[in-house]
């Protein structure tokens, strides 16, 4: 790999969405280490990829990242796929194989990843709960459950540690959720009707799913811990606010991203890291398990203001890189740098460290508290250590600029939790009301640009794909905050959409999120969001209100007809799952899906459609003679070729082997006359260029359609049209053709 010069670096990361706690704290983490690394992030935030279903509309963002646009790549794979994390990540990697990509929070073979070793904090949470607490009776609430999931793995984790101590988890206590928090307040609904007896605590895989729990505990009258003990995983910011303070387990996000933005650095700029020396496939981290009092533990626990004082020691070891690590208690670093600033008198070294620990402090659920208790405990000691007045004088100011520093910190925490309305709820107030009037294209784009300002953003880009061209994006609207609101009505700009990247965001220099403009399955295009600041409340609403009004446009206007309609929904077909690899065409499964449904609705219109099958000549006879390779340059060829002789919004399938089926709607009989002249014409001029000692050609049976032929069945149109093909070929054989 070459070296790329010292410059901003580009780095895409792949997340499901800027929803959910977890989310919420790893973008607020890569923003902060871009920072201090000179890396600009763009967020690809397109959901999730289940291989039990067809993927949503908006997973098409994950073909977005390539080596032209971004210069590393780090994939988050069960958030993206959180059902089977390595396979379907790996589908959307080994069409990028040219770009360097990085893994967080799970191993993926072949990559530097960073994961997370939770199996000694599971062991610590069980034991505390079983021998401190003595509980016997556990209810589980996972999170999307598969054989390769992250959940199947805490679970079958948990599971065992009971086991130590005899106990099991009936399968009626395991709650299937999908880390929301609806899910802990519905799987408290579910084990409230069972007529066996009530847990004594439960155990939820994340954090996000605990608050629900114990949100809907309490509505119920039921007290946390005192009735029922409750407890997390993850340690996030929000859980702050719960009426106790939640035991969970630390995930080390800080720890895991600055080691991954440390090794990408690295090897694009040619410095030595300390993964360079053994180039492991996998760095883990130990997660941490932290006492509160959600599962019974009082507030006075010594032990636990030990635990908090290592975690927070943990967190100064992250400050600085790994070859600057200090190995040192918190309480005795900070006596150092107090020591250090009373001998030079310069009070910029305490006053910095002090606000990145705070800033890294501020990222769990209880931790401050203990901050404020060790840094307590050590202003005292240091103003018994020190007699003269100007030292105490400079010692208490310090200390009180640093618990300043953590109370306004801790305030604007609250303050962004609880902040619900940012111009969102007006903007959806809005959506709603220009919905009920069925707006244009141009009216809801203009509804949109005038919301930008009142949601904070200062930079968005919506590109929507060309409906004859799902390849193509169409620049829509441009918005600068205080400069320009641009939204162009005809003369649009057009550009390949695999260039978005480069097209929208070379003009950005502050983090960046990339957001679908999708319904369900039904794509129309991307917005690109400045994020200027570390708040993400309002990203999946903004992104949902914009795709329904352009959702609710479109079907206003161009997409009225079911058809037409049907056309922009098969602009999601060159997804991963419905394209043929070795084509680029759609395969037999797009054929037999949407080609059936589109099939079906053109004749309900009363418009005439059309069945071509179409079958190489003479493939075997290349095979055999001149190899497998001229073998598969003329498949290729051929699909070249007919890309090239039909419409945008026909649809070309490789059904298999060397033959393919071409489907098209609302045509007259010369459209399809055109369409197979312009086939022969352009194989009478691959055959004299090419230079090849074969010759490219190919026999077609056609099937017209007319809408009186309504009762005609999808299957028996193939049939037809496949008995026709073979009749063709039958009469070139005879007239020897071939």
């Not at 280490?33 to 959901?47: D, H, I, K, Q, T």
């Not at 070379?506 to 990339?514: F, R």
């Not at 795709?547 to 446009?553: D, E």
């Not at 359609?705 to 039958?730: A, G, M």
């Amino acid at each position: 790999m070459g070296k790329v010069p010292d410059k901003k670096l580009k780095v895409g990361i792949l997340l499901d969405s800027a929803d959910g706690y977890m989310n919420k704290r790893i973008l607020n983490d890569c923003i902060d280490l871009a920072e201090e690394y000179n890396v600009l992030p763009v967020f690809f935030l397109g959901g999730v990829l289940e291989p039990a279903r067809e993927p949503a509309g908006s997973d098409f963002l994950y073909s977005l990242p390539h080596p032209g646009s971004l210069d590393a790549l780090i994939v988050f794979p069960n958030s993206i796929a959180p059902w089977d994390p390595v396979t379907e990540t790996r589908k959307i990697l080994d069409r990028i194989p040219d770009l360097p990509v990085y893994a967080a929070n799970e191993a993926m073979p072949g990559l530097f990843s960073v994961a997370i070793n939770e199996k000694p904090a599971i062991q610590a949470l069980v034991d505390h709960l079983v021998l401190t607490h003595g509980y016997k009776e556990f209810a589980l609430i996972t999170g999307p459950d598969a054989p390769a999931s992250i959940s199947r793995r805490r679970r079958q984790l948990f599971e065992e540690q009971l086991a130590r101590h005899g106990i099991s988890v009936p399968e009626n206590k395991i709650v299937l959720g999908r880390f929301k928090e609806d899910d802990g307040k519905r799987a408290v609904e579910a084990l409230f009707r069972q007529e066996d007896s009530i847990p004594e605590v439960i155990i939820s895989f994340n954090d996000q799913m605990a608050a629900g729990t114990i949100e809907e505990l309490l509505n119920r009258g039921i007290a946390v811990p005192a009735d029922i003990a409750v407890t997390g995983f993850d340690d996030v910011e929000e859980t702050s606010l719960l009426p106790c303070t939640l035991t969970t387990i630390h995930v080390p996000v800080w720890e895991m991203m600055t080691a991954l933005f440390e090794k990408i650095t690295g090897d694009l700029r040619g410095r030595k890291t300390a993964g360079d020396q053994r180039k492991p496939d996998a760095v883990y981290l130990n997660a941490t398990f932290i006492r509160r009092e959600s599962c019974g533990t009082l507030r006075n626990d010594e032990t636990h203001a030990v635990e908090m004082e290592e975690l927070v020691g943990e967190q100064i070891e992250s400050i600085y890189s790994p070859h600057q690590s200090r190995n040192k208690t918190f309480r005795q670093e900070l006596e150092n740098v107090l020591e250090e600033t009373l001998t030079t008198g310069e009070t910029d070294r305490f006053s910095e460290f002090s606000q990145k620990i705070v800033k890294k402090i501020l990222r769990t659920g209880d931790i401050s508290s203990s901050f404020i208790d060790i840094f307590s405990s050590q202003w005292t000691i240091s103003l018994l250590k020190h007699d003269d007045n100007e030292t105490r004088i400079l010692i208490n100011a310090l200390f009180l600029d640093a618990i300043r520093l953590l109370v306004r910190g801790k305030m604007q925490t609250c303050a962004r939790i609880h902040a619900n309305d940012r111009g969102a709820l007006e903007f959806s107030r809005n959506s709603t009301s220009i919905l009920s009037r069925k707006p244009t294209m141009q009216e809801a784009l203009e509804e949109i640009g005038k919301n930008l300002s009142m949601l904070g953003i200062e930079r968005c880009i919506l590109v929507l794909t060309d409906p004859e061209n799902p390849d193509l994006g169409i620049t829509r609207l441009s918005y600068k905050k205080r400069y320009f609101r641009e939204i162009p009505t005809e003369n649009f700009t057009k550009f390949p959409v695999s260039r978005l990247v480069n097209n929208g965001l070379d003009s950005i220099t502050v983090p960046i999120a990339v957001l679908p403009i999708a319904i369900n399955t039904d794509f129309f295009g991307y917005m690109v969001l400045s994020i200027t600041e570390n708040s993400f409340e309002d990203l999946s609403l903004v992104q949902e209100l914009v795709s329904r009004l352009i959702a609710g446009a479109a079907s206003n206007e161009s997409l009225s007809s079911q058809i037409q309609f049907l056309e922009r929904k098969n602009t999601a077909l060159s997804r991963l799952s419905t394209i043929d690899e070795f084509t680029g065409l759609h395969n037999r499964r797009v054929l037999h899906e949407t080609g059936k449904d589109l099939f079906r609705r053109t004749l309900n219109e009363g418009k005439t459609c059309c069945c071509i099958f179409l079958d190489m000549d003479g493939l075997k006879k290349i095979n055999d003679e001149w190899g497998h390779p001229e073998g598969d340059t003329a498949i290729k060829t051929l699909a070249a070729i007919l890309r090239k002789s039909f419409r945008s919004r026909d649809m070309i399938v490789r059904y298999g082997g060397d033959e393919f089926i071409v489907l098209m709607f609302d045509i007259k009989k010369a459209t399809v006359s055109s369409a197979l002249a312009r086939i022969t014409r352009q194989l009478d001029l691959y055959n004299k260029s090419s230079g090849k000692p074969w010759m490219l050609q190919a026999s077609w049976g056609v099937t017209v359609v007319p809408p009186d032929r309504i009762t005609l069945s999808f299957e028996d149109l193939i049939e037809e049209t496949d008995d026709r093909l073979y009749e063709e070929k039958q009469r070139r054989r005879e007239a020897g053709l071939r």
